[in-house]
């Protein structure tokens, strides 16, 4: 008789992921209603003509038959990917650019079907952020007297005040070098640097935005105001000198000029492109097959294929010779289109890719998937569906009673010779 207990924990082993771990649900599938009632009508109808049988069944035997009907599912699962079934036709692509010095293109993960249709780009300008160039001192030299002094900048909307005190034996560049760490130490959204000219030995301090484009409402990302603090330094310094002011992107998409505030643009919340340099001539960006997905997706169908051919060949008895017959049977007879794909099947029965990248295309593998082109797919479907719906076929049992063959009519008592396998026990 069969433990019911010994069925639920092997499927709980599968379900829930040990802690600190999360199962892949790259394999699942999920079901329509429709999907469902058509399950629930190929049950009743295999079983109008089905024979009454008898289990009986070790704890092996039962992790074999539900081992088959998961493997036949997952290898359903991996061909769907590959034959285009998501809902999401642009999930196998990625975007390109013609020249990936002036723009790189990238799709995010979470992209729709309204990407943008292939187009051009020609870039005029870069989003540039504010540069200030201090004035240039002494490096060695000490400009100012000793004492006590300080300066205000304001960086978009907020203030920020330095304090800072200057002794008899400090040079200009460890003043400049003083300043530039202590802003770069207060994370204010400006990058401060000492620049320094070895010919005549002098130094000043630079200060950079992080960030890029027109401030909204201001001329500036930053600036300095000298009217409330007594013994400011910026002055003396030159560091309110604007060496480079803010400005923004400015590009032409399709022939329509378009501005942005940063080098990264997004379309439809779909493509991101970042703008990386100039270009004198308008560039191509389209979409090209993803060749790593297709690869990855192709490894996890033969992964699963290979999984059903070693269940087969693992277990001493005669209906898991007729399990590899099923499943091999589907792959010898597409043989021809399996090898054009650039799959094989070698001495063991498995599939095994050829990693040659002359033959291995995304467009064969997608004809391979493809029904219409193809009956590959379709011929794989049905032996799945056959070992979902009652892997106990391949299993050896005995005959009770066999069924009335002057009329068919569904048997309340025995809906499915698979969900018999769960209530063998029922009295």
């Known amino acids: 008789m069969v433990n019911l207990n010994n069925v639920y924990n092997y499927y709980s082993t599968q379900i829930l992921p040990p802690k600190g771990s999360q199962r892949s649900n790259s394999s699942n599938k999920s079901h329509k209603k429709d999907d469902l009632k058509t399950v629930y009508q190929n049950i009743v109808k295999q079983n109008q003509n089905s024979p009454l049988y008898k289990f009986t069944f070790s704890d092996h035997l039962q992790a074999y038959a539900i081992g088959i009907k998961e493997a036949a599912m997952a290898l359903d699962a991996e061909s769907d990917a590959l034959s285009g079934g998501n809902d999401n036709d642009f999930s196998e692509m990625k975007a390109v650019s013609s020249n990936e010095k002036v723009a790189y293109a990238s799709l995010r ?52 005040t330095f304090h800072m005190k200057i002794y008899d034996n400090d040079t200009n560049i460890d003043i400049q070098r003083n300043l530039a760490s202590s802003i770069n130490d207060n994370d204010i959204g400006v990058h401060a640097s000492v620049r320094s000219n070895r010919m005549d ?23 300095f105001d000298e009217t409330y603090l007594e013994n400011d330094i910026s002055s003396a310094l030159g560091i309110d000198n ?42 191509h960006v389209g ?40 499943i091999s049977n589907v792959a010898r007879r597409h043989s021809t289109e399996l090898n054009a794909a650039g799959i094989t099947i070698d001495d063991n029965g ?9 033959i291995f295309s995304s467009s064969r593998i997608q004809a391979l998937f493809n029904d219409k082109l193809s009956d590959f797919k379709s011929d794989l479907q049905k032996a799945t569906g056959k070992m979902t719906l009652n892997p106990l076929d391949y299993v050896d049992k005995v005959v009770v009673t066999y069924p009335n063959t002057t009329r068919t009519y569904p048997n309340p008592y025995n809906p499915s010779k698979y969900s018999g396998l769960l209530f063998n026990d029922y009295r």
């Open 109 to 160: 993960e979470d992209a729709s079907e309204e990407l943008p249709e292939d187009l051009t780009l020609q870039v005029n300008s870069l989003a540039k952020g504010q540069t200030n160039v201090g004035r240039y001192l002494s490096s060695g030299e000490l400009s100012f007297e000793p004492g006590e002094y300080s300066f205000g900048i304001s960086v978009k909307d907020n203030e920020y």
């Open 201 to 223: 030995g002098t130094s000043a301090l630079v200060l950079r935005s992080d960030d890029v484009g027109k401030p909204e409402n201001r001329e500036l990302i930053f600036q």
């Open 242 to 283: 604007v060496d480079t002011a803010p400005s923004d992107a400015e590009f032409y998409i399709n022939d329509t000029l378009h501005t942005s505030v940063s080098n990264r643009i997004s379309l439809n919340h779909s493509m991101d492109i970042d703008l990386l340099s100039t270009s004198e001539e308008p560039i």
């Open 287 to 326: 979409y090209v097959p993803d060749e790593e997905k297709l690869s990855d997706k192709i490894s996890d169908f033969l992964n699963s294929y290979n999984a059903l051919v070693d269940i087969s060949k693992n277990e001493n008895q005669h209906g898991a010779n007729r399990l590899y017959h099923d």
């Open 350 to 358: 498995h599939l095994v890719r050829n990693d040659d990248d002359d």
